[in-house]
C-alpha cells in the first residue's frame, strides 16, 4: 500500500490554469499505475486521467486541455489543467496501483490507494 498526499487545489477564474501534485510514499512510483479522479458535488467520482507503462489515457472531457506528467525519481505525479471552466470544479483525488495488467485502468475500482484530496474551484 502507497500512501499519497495530493496539493496544488484552490481557486481559478475561468480559462486559467493550475497544477496539482500527487506525491506517494514509495521510495519510486515505477512499477505504479497512477491516474487522477474528480468528484463534483452531488455527483460520481469521474476518472480524468491514467498513466500506466504502456501509456497515457484521457477522458474525453480533458483532451487537449490536461496533462498528467509523472516523474517517477520524485515519486510524484502531476495534473496539468489548462484553459479550465467551472465544469472543472470539484474534488480532485489521486489514485495508484501496482500494475500487473497490460491495460490502462479507468475504474475506481481499480485503484486500492487514494489520496485525501484537493479542491479546485473554477469562478465563471
Known amino acids: 500500500q502507497v500512501q499519497l498526499v495530493e496539493s496544488g487545489g484552490g481557486l481559478v477564474q475561468t480559462g486559467g490554469s493550475l497544477r496539482l501534485s500527487c506525491a506517494a510514499s514509495a521510495r519510486t512510483t515505477i512499477g505504479y499505475s497512477m491516474a487522477w479522479f474528480r468528484q463534483a458535488p452531488g455527483m460520481e467520482r469521474d476518472f480524468v486521467a491514467a498513466?500506466?507503462?504502456?501509456?497515457?489515457r484521457y477522458a474525453d472531457f480533458v483532451k487537449g486541455r490536461f496533462t498528467i506528467p509523472r516523474d517517477n525519481a520524485k515519486s510524484t505525479m502531476y495534473l496539468q489543467m489548462n484553459n479550465l471552466t467551472p465544469d472543472d470544479t470539484g474534488v480532485y483525488y489521486c489514485?495508484?496501483?501496482?500494475?500487473?495488467?497490460?491495460?490502462?485502468?479507468?475504474?475506481?475500482?481499480?485503484?486500492?490507494?487514494w489520496g485525501q484530496g484537493t479542491q479546485v474551484t473554477v469562478s465563471s
Open positions: 489514485a495508484a496501483v501496482v500494475e500487473s495488467r497490460r491495460n490502462i485502468r479507468t475504474k475506481k475500482s481499480d485503484y486500492p490507494d
Open positions: 498513466i500506466h507503462w504502456s501509456g497515457i
